[in-house]
């Protein structure tokens, strides 16, 4: 069974940091351009941030440009997702996904997605 998990959400005050994981089971995240996206309540889901297949090329929505940084490493297939200075208007699932390209790509090419995991900002 092909899928990617997330970990690493939480509650934390404005201000405060979080470190996102995601990991793949039964694929190899290498392989994949890789994406951050959240969903708060009422609203639809958004892209955050890419990265590109080998980690050169990143994009952040310009809401967490300077705050939140996306990184990999390939070696041990993992993603991460630091957020700093947070803000209570973070406050979402964020859920990592997966797309079988070298380079970003938009919402709907991304075929493999995690369950999610809340993180909560408080003011």
């Known amino acids: 069974q092909v899928q990617v998990m997330e970990s690493g959400g939480g509650l934390v005050q404005a201000g405060g940091s979080l470190r996102l994981s995601c990991t793949g089971a039964?694929?190899?995240?290498?392989?994949?351009?890789m994406g951050w996206f959240r969903q708060a309540p009422g609203k639809e889901r958004e892209v955050v941030s890419c990265i590109s297949r080998n980690g050169g090329v990143t994009w952040y929505a310009d809401s967490v440009k300077g705050r939140f940084t996306i990184s990999r490493d390939n070696a041990k297939t993992t993603l991460y997702f630091q957020m700093n200075s947070l803000k209570p208007e973070d406050t979402a699932i964020y859920f990592c996904?997966?797309?079988?390209?070298?380079?970003?790509?938009?919402?709907?090419?991304?075929?493999?997605w995690g369950q999610g995991t809340q993180v909560t900002v408080s003011s």
């Open positions: 039964g694929l190899s995240l290498d392989d994949y351009a």
């Open positions: 996904a997966a797309v079988e390209f070298a380079g970003c790509r938009p919402r709907s090419d991304f075929t493999y």
